[in-house]
């Protein structure tokens, strides 16, 4: 097994990473930690300081950004940044004060706490996707507070932070532990399982390396209790059950088993990572390396109807990243580097605001959008936490050690210079790829060495050893190559060597004016039309620059292919089918998908006597109980008249009787059933009188109901 150059030894030299890294320390640097530690404050019953931040922070997530900072200003620290461990140690020492206004160990952010986990350590277990005990994702947010001490325990012990036995973080991570363990000593096998239906981030990881740090048994024995059987016994077997799944609640509890192989061995953990990433990359994912629609997996090896402005979410690389870094170091396959290469450059360098350092919860693939970025204070979506954290961990991933050999793996082009001083050896690479081809590479140490160099699949294999190098400047064309979009291969993605190319269709809307759910106007260019892959040649000019490059800027990155004599026969009818689509998308105003964790908080989504659940990889509400009603709010015009789309399925155990009203005035009763097997689009006027003045509606459904897809308000355009 190899080992992951410590990232200490790793220094990123000039280029396009270290820029982006130089951005993302300037906005921790921005950022007050004790606005991070409002919730901490309160849940400790010290004094506030400071308002808490705004999105997230002022919501039941509070608390999750904290230990996302800590992680990226740890890892700043341990590169050598003085201002960054200057800022860890402020951190720390007010965590602790948290820590020990308690009597039990406990540290959150998180509003109702204490509630929360006391029904929890009775017994008490109410769980859904997103909420347990009617708090959203608590072992999630709390997830990410371990991982932010266990990196400062792993990565900074030096004398500011260390507290004696360990280290002061390793202290209080250790506390938090055995506060877990305390708090789920109630709860039977059943329980265990309900309450691992509800998102739990990577706890199990925390609690495996909180076991490799104390070999303490009990913190192995809890890292085995977060083992979400539902999910993970067919990931053991070699089924892909992913369709349908929210993509980031898989991601850190494979990272946990891959964790959990290194330290108990078992073969069963280390299927489970393989399998999921197999799944994962040949099956779901786009041309940049991301993955998911609206921040769920669909139909396994079929994207054709998934290139929504929802696509890859950025956490969901930032996890991707980090469980090839554990399959490569079991196994060197350069399918994991060029893996690990595509979506550093394509989704990580690509999600974040050259201007600014802001970063995209997800990076579109839809034609005519555009990224979205966070803004410095009001955001704090997840994706705002793991941004802080990939920027700060490009040289992940890059060096490995082969110690019983003597061999030093590097599986990236990437500007920087690693150091294994146990060995005397020193590589450095100067370039300032992926905006160039060429790299200058400087190896110095003992004959007896080897350096192993992964030459990437668009540039063909090959081993070299260090004295092959030398000191010499290697070029790697950029081949230009074409990959088809899953499911649907007569719609390309151009790329030269690891690069996706982007067309660029024009300015974007200023910031502020679309919030990555809203749609589009009616501004939005058609996506040019590839008519020849080789010679990149399109039925209009077209200008190409790399994805990672394009901002602020409308783009396509999947382009529809026909051959010259194909274009001449079916121009006019597919210009129809384009002008019909973008007809709809420009009067579109609000879009509900119903069962999906960020849809439903952003919608307001509220009930009783409802259920949810997912066919065919589409997620759905119903009201199951004669009493039962569920609600959502839709952005509207406050002087247009509009109307409700709603995509209704077939309800399988009940006759359908129901009320579907707007701003509480009842607009239809539906009691047809809808025929099997098919879904059914109805649209309903919305009186005038309902939404004059309003910029958003309330929707309720009442009644014994069929399942709802999804909802649309949208201009009613023949009023």
Known sequence: MLIPLDPRRVRLLSGPFADARDRNAAWLLALDPKRLLHGYYQNAGLPTQGT????????????????????????????????????VSQVLSELKRCQDARSDGFIGGMPDADRVFRELRVGT?????????????????????????????????????????GGLALEMVTKLGDWA????????????????SCEFGGMNESFAELYALTKEPRFLAMAEKFYHRAVLDPLAEGIDCLPGLHGNTQIPKIIGCARLYEVTGDEKYRRIAENFWRFVTQSHSYAIGGHGSGEHFGPSGDLSARLTHTTCETCNSYNMLKLTEYLFAWNPKAEYADFAERVRINHILASQNPEDGMVCYFVSLLSGHFKHYSTPEDSFWCCVGTGWENHTRYGDGVYFKDDENGVL??????ASEASVPEWGLTVRQETAFPGSDSIRFTITGPSELSVRLRLPRWAGYTTLRWQDIGDSTLVFPMKPSTEPLLGAPDKLALLDGPVVLAADLGAA????????????????????VLLNSTSRTFEREV????????????????????????????????????????AERTKQLDEFWPNQMQPERDHHFAGDGFIGGERSAWKFRQVSEENGWFSFTLRSLPDFPVELECLWGPPQDHDVRFTVEVEEQPIVVITKTVEKHRHLAETYAIPEHLTKGKERVTVRVSGPSAPLFRAKLQKRLEA
């Open 125 to 165: 277990v109410r769980a859904r996707n997103f909420d347990l005990n009617d708090c959203w994702v608590p072992w999630y947010n709390l997830h990410k507070l371990y991982a932010g001490l266990l990196d400062a325990a792993t990565l900074l012990l030096s004398p500011p932070l260390d507290g004696g036995r």
């Open 181 to 196: 363990i305390g708090v789920t000593a109630n709860l039977d096998d059943e329980k265990w399982q309900a309450m691992l």
């Open 409 to 414: 793996y590097v599986t990236q082009l990437l």
């Open 509 to 528: 809307p200023p910031p502020g004016d679309a919030d990555g759910g809203e749609p589009f106007n009616a501004q939005i260019p058609p996506a040019p």
């Open 543 to 582: 200008s190409l620059v790399p994805f990672y490059q394009l901002h602020g800027r409308r783009q396509a990155v999947y382009f529809d292919t026909f051959s010259k004599d194909e274009w001449v026969e079916k121009e006019t009818g597919y210009r129809e089918i384009e002008a019909r689509e973008h």
């Open 52 to 87: 808490a931040y705004g999105g997230w922070e002022q919501q039941s997530l509070a608390g999750h950004s904290l230990g996302h900072y800590l992680s990226a200003c740890v890892r700043l620290a341990a590169a050598g940044d003085e201002r960054l461990v200057e800022r």
